[in-house]
């Protein structure tokens, strides 16, 4: 056995010597061209071949591969391996498969290939190629040097399904404040979404720790590799909860070799539409409201304004709107620009509902006013005498400026603020029961904060899709691709909106309804969004395994959400990673800071590089980071709005944490008070716990949370802290 180690290291070896000399004849015979600057077109395209050569190779240079798999096609003599790297390198000038790019199609086969004896297919350019997988063998190269030869699978041995040997030792490192690619280790169901269709709206529904975020980025390198004449980076967007969030998962993209994909939040991309005319109310206050404790706090169900707003009734609520404003909004008189001349209320309205009703609202306008400018000098042409011709032209400048005014020109902003005017607005003509649809309360609440210039999260979706009705939607608005992470936190408002923006249905919408802590105003079931779609345009998918934390976590939370929630959307499943049981810990109040220090020292003492402490609302965790940095402990707090994450020990309110991994978390307040047995608490204690990679401990005082109460079994321990 260890010889036959040491053959495949010594192969290795040889074969990567071999690749680093093509390499650097590659890179060297290149440099010799200098580049071309001329306005010749043919060497212009030339010029930009060899330097995206020189990009390639430059990432090939240093790590040109990790898999490589021996796969023998059907009717050919003998198995022949194929190397897999991020990038493809080619022989020159032979055109010889140096190196297979991940995302080429043969590559397919070093993902979906899960072991067995029976013929494997991928599906090629030409049609379906079938043969026989001989070894699949991961390699680890750092830095030009040869780590870790590792076979999962070898036809010749006695092993015959793929091991997860070598996913483990990657799932075993530790993790600093970046997200960090999978590419060696992307597992076949993860595979399966990577590689769908592009015209599809992909639903992913997946646990904690999945892979979902990490996996829609590698979608979207794959999508631009499968489909580059069709889709381009700059139309390809990612919607992500919160600018940290963006900042942590910055680095993946860039180690695929792909840039300039837009990163946004809704609220943000939305508020630059608008051209910034409203501010948005402060977010911390929204989540102070709803994610505080004790008998104060709101229901979150469909009366809350985030649902109600959110829902395709206030869409259609709003289109009704939109058709009392398109059927009233031509002034009703006639125009006469001067005494003698008249265009009838009928020809203009002609002009706004039959030639031009294919615009939008407010382009329509401006056609038809500047329509009634060109008749109107059409009649002064026909006017001789010169003095009247002066006078008629004053005239009428005035009064088709004051016939304008009487149509008025709403900026979406405007017109949404004139649609809450408690007691119906007479601007638009909007009494009656249009009006009464909406609940009296978020009417008031409504026109309270718009008053004042203000806007919610929840008015985004309907004011942008208003302005998509004044103005369309133009080119550089349409996505080719839209990534959603935390989709469950979507309303169908903001899909249904996203999908007026992008081509032929193509999203990727990820989520976990598990996590759903914003139930205000995401979904409770995935059927809201693939309602919005046509039959055939959504496909969905469920990740079960989980991927970010040891078993004994995994077991715990499960355990979480079952005491909360009768029937989850699905309990994760771990890969067999075991390690510390999780710690459940009474702590007085008293001793909470210095037991924390303590722990916090004890765990990185260990082996954990990130430590966060997880408080159920920002003010606590601004206390207990006082309290940390006082005692000397170098602490980021981690509050609404933060722009970057930094690793290293994190105070940070559980509600933020989402999305966001740790070596090792420390939950405190984990009591009855602040975690009761409702839905919402075990859901957020979930995010909590499933935050951890390698140890989770539960800290309370008092009564601990019904939540974890009665959790029993070699997964958990009781102890001191
Ligand atoms: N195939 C894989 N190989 C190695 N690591 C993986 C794999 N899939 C996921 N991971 C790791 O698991 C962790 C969780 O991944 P990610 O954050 O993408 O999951 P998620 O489903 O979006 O999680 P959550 O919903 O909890 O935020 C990351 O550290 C990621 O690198």
Request: aromatic share 10%; proline share 4%; glycine share 6%.
């Amino acid at each position: 056995m260890e010889s036959s180690v040491q053959t495949a290291y010594q192969e290795e070896m040889q074969r990567l010597e071999e690749t680093f000399s093509e390499i650097d004849r590659q890179l060297t015979a290149l440099k010799d061209i200098p580049p071309y600057k001329g306005t010749d077109h043919t060497e212009q395209v030339l010029d930009s071949i060899r330097e995206s050569r020189r990009r390639n190779l430059a990432v090939a240079q240093t790590e040109p591969y990790f898999g490589r798999l021996d796969f023998q096609e059907e009717g050919l003599g003998k198995p022949s391996p194929l190397y897999i790297g991020k990038v493809g390198v080619e022989k020159d000038p032979s055109l010889e498969l140096m190196v297979v790019d991940w995302r080429a199609p043969v590559a397919s086969l070093f993902y979906s290939f899960t072991g067995g004896t029976d013929p494997v297919h991928y599906e090629s350019p030409d049609g379906l190629v079938e043969g026989l997988v001989y070894l699949k063998r991961n390699l680890v190269i750092r830095k030009q040097i040869l780590q870790r030869v590792v076979d999962t699978f070898d036809r010749t041995g006695d092993q015959m399904a793929v091991t997860d040997e070598f996913l483990l030792y990657r799932l075993g490192e530790n993790k600093d404040n970046k997200l960090r690619d999978i590419v060696s280790t992307i597992q076949s169901e993860q595979d399966a979404i990577i590689r769908a269709v592009k015209n599809s709206a992909l639903i992913i529904q997946g646990v904690a720790g999945s892979g979902k975020t990490t996996v829609a980025l590698h979608r979207l390198a794959f999508l631009l590799y499968q489909y580059r004449d069709q889709v381009k980076a700059e139309r390809m967007i990612i919607f992500a909860p919160n600018r940290m969030f963006l900042d942590y998962i910055s680095s993946v993209l860039p180690e695929l070799g792909v840039g300039h994909i837009q990163q946004t939040t809704f609220t943000d991309w939305a508020l630059e539409l608008l051209d910034h005319e409203a501010k948005l109310a402060d977010p911390a206050e929204q989540l102070r409201y709803w994610f505080q404790t004790g008998s104060a706090r709101p229901a979150m169900d469909d009366t809350a304004p985030g649902r109600w707003k959110g829902s395709v009734r206030f869409m259609r609520w709003l289109d009704q709107a939109l058709a009392q404003y398109e059927a009233s909004a031509v002034p009703a008189a006639d125009f006469s620009p001067w005494d003698g001349a008249k265009l009838t209320h009928q020809t203009i309205r002609q002009w706004y509902d039959v030639e031009n009703r294919h615009e939008p609202l407010m382009k329509r306008r401006e056609r038809v006013l500047a329509r009634i400018k060109r008749w109107m000098e059409m009649e002064l042409d026909k006017v001789w005498e010169t003095h009247l011709k002066k006078d008629y032209k004053k005239k009428g400048s005035a009064r088709l400026r004051d016939y304008a005014k009487h149509w008025t020109d709403y900026s979406p902003f405007g017109f949404y603020k004139e649609l809450f005017a408690v007691g119906g607005s007479k601007a638009l003509n909007l009494p009656g029961p249009l009006f009464a649809e909406l609940p009296a309360e978020l009417v008031v609440y409504t026109e309270s904060y718009l008053k004042k210039k203000r806007v919610q999260p929840e008015d985004m979706a309907p004011l942008l899709y208003i302005r998509s009705k004044f103005y369309g939607i133009h080119g550089d608005l349409t996505f080719d691709h839209t990534v959603i992470d935390e989709a469950q936190d979507f309303s169908p408002f903001q899909i249904a909106l996203l999908h007026l923006h992008t081509r032929n249905h193509s999203f990727t919408i990820l989520g976990d309804l598990s996590q759903g802590i914003h139930a205000y105003q995401g979904i409770r079931d995935w059927k809201e969004f693939t309602e919005l779609f046509a039959d055939g345009q959504t496909a969905y998918f469920q990740l079960n395994r989980s991927y970010r934390s040891t078993m004994e976590i995994i077991y715990f939370a499960n355990e979480v959400l079952k005491n909360g929630i009768e029937q989850p959307a699905a309990l994760a499943v771990p890969v067999f990673r075991s390690g510390d049981p999780v710690q459940v810990v009474e702590v007085k109040e008293a001793a909470l800071a210095a037991a924390l220090k303590d722990a916090i020292g004890r765990l990185q003492s260990g082996d954990a590089t990130t430590v966060a402490v997880l408080a159920r609302t920002e003010a606590r965790c601004e206390q207990l980071h006082k309290q940390l940095t006082a005692q000397g402990l170098p602490v980021h707090l981690i509050a609404a709005g933060q722009q970057h994450y930094e690793g290293g020990i994190s105070v940070v309110p559980s509600f933020m944490a989402k999305g966001l991994e740790f070596d090792a978390v420390i939950v405190v307040d984990v009591d009855a008070e602040h975690y009761t047995a409702a839905a919402e608490d075990a859901k957020l204690l979930y995010v909590a716990c499933t935050r951890a990679l390698h140890a989770l401990q539960l800290w309370y005082e008092g009564a601990p949370s019904p939540l974890i109460a009665s959790i029993a079994g070699d997964f958990v321990q009781a102890s001191a802290p």
